[in-house]
């Protein structure tokens, strides 16, 4: 064998390595999801409150109370996370929203939130219509390939 043939076989192996171990990190990662996610349906519950303000803050600046804030991962706490502050009942308090419902909370208004301990898992709106989400302004890549699509006849015109 070549030099050549055994550098690529010596990376070959230890891609082969990387890959086996990300898939047994993957299930295991995936198995502690779905743990989480009966726990936090197993503790829901519907509570009727007022939206104050939403926003994507750093964990330490978020609020929280500390024990919370020591709890989370050295690394989770560097990012920003989708906090609410809400009045339920006589209390204003910070609560963590899932990613996927953080743009469809509505602001100043009263809504059915379900909620496991800090965690917002759905919002319903209680008065008032249902206002549209703000529309994202598109990247000028984004409208040049859009435009190009239409020219080529790939995407009806609008």
Known sequence: ????QIV???????????????????????????????????????VSMLIIDKKRMKIKDSGLPQMVIDQTPKMMRGSKMPIIKAKIGPQIMSLVCDEKIFDS?????????????????????????KEAAPVKKKSKFA?????????????PIK
């Open 8 to 46: 690529l076989l010596v990376i070959l192996i230890v891609l082969i390595a990387v890959v086996v171990a990300l898939y047994f990190f993957g299930k295991k990662a995936q198995k502690k999801q779905a743990e989480q996610q009966e726990m936090l349906n197993a503790n829901k519950q519907t």
């Open 105 to 129: 909370v509505p602001v100043k208004k009263e809504v059915k939130a379900v909620v496991s301990g800090i965690y917002v898992l759905d919002v319903k709106g209680l008065h008032g219509k």
């Open 1 to 4: 064998m070549t030099t050549g």
């Open 143 to 155: 409208q040049l390939v859009e435009k190009a699509q239409e020219k080529a006849g790939a995407k």
